[in-house]
């Protein structure tokens, strides 16, 4: 299955979201975004665009401009496709984006190393790296067996 391709009215939200972003991380066409519009084991269907913000207020900035302009938002970690939520599924009756979150991976300590804020795209390896030196660990490494598990 193709990507959509953007037509006369989704191309002003593209120009924006390329504003808000950067050219580099609006993904169009087929190939780009066949990696994020296909899962690894289930799902796959078309997408006008990937986005890739690099921060929660480009998040912010880039959802207002979907909702604005009554996309449908499907939201990404790491596509492992194991459950086919995070990747479309067959086509829809309007323009679909897929938000990736892998560059939002920011893990934030708190309260005197007793909590952590993770982002979306925080991983669980990443996460064990950092309570390491405090002498803490993640409340469940049972669940995940690999390094881009997510938190």
Known sequence: MTAS?????????????RAIIGARFVKTGDNATKPFREGHREGGGPCVAVLQPGSLVELWRALKICVRNDWIIIMQAANTGLTAGSTPQGTYDRPTVIISTTRLSGIHVLKDQGQVVCLPGATLHK??????PLGRE??????????????
């Open 5 to 17: 391709p953007p037509s006369a009215a989704v191309d002003p939200a593209l120009t924006d979201l």
């Open 127 to 132: 996460l064990e790296g950092v309570l390491k």
């Open 138 to 151: 993640p409340h469940s490494v049972i669940g995940s067996s690999c390094l881009g598990a997510s938190v």
